[in-house]
């Protein structure tokens, strides 16, 4: 499975950014997908999954009500809906296909990777 982000870009605080991640290879539609963030000298961090089919999602507390996490099997792509931005949502953003098809918070699991999208909030 190959991943590529894209979306990211600068925005202001309250702002909104979709990040789309396009998935390559026949098995995209029974994994479970997940984003991830990394800011500046921070380490790597779980943002939001869902699980194989859409019917599971899963959000880090900071992100709970401002990010959707969403999927189109049909077209092997895998969405981050983000609103309310906040400047401590400045990080790369990852997008990552796991291992399995139900949701999971732990990195180790996620088998594929995206490159990558720069997010920056500003204030």
């Known amino acids: 499975v190959q991943l590529q982000a894209s979306g990211g870009g600068l925005v202001q605080a309250g702002g909104s950014l979709r990040l789309s991640c396009a998935a390559s290879?026949?098995?995209?539609?029974?994994?479970?997908m997940g984003w991830f963030r990394q800011a500046p000298g921070k380490e790597r961090k779980f943002v939001a999954g869902?699980?194989?089919?859409?019917?599971?999602?899963y959000y880090e507390d900071s992100v709970k009500g401002r990010f959707t996490i969403s999927r189109d099997n049909a077209k092997n792509t895998v969405y981050l809906q983000m609103n309310s931005l906040k400047p401590e949502d400045t990080a790369v953003y990852y997008c990552?296909?796991?291992?399995?098809?139900?949701?999971?918070?732990?990195?180790?699991?996620?088998?594929?990777w995206g490159q990558g999208t720069q997010v920056t909030v500003s204030s």
């Open positions: 869902i699980s194989w089919g859409g019917s599971s999602t």
């Open positions: 290879g026949r098995t995209f539609s029974s994994r479970g």
């Open positions: 990552a296909a796991s291992a399995f098809g139900r949701v999971t918070t732990t990195s180790g699991e996620y088998h594929y």
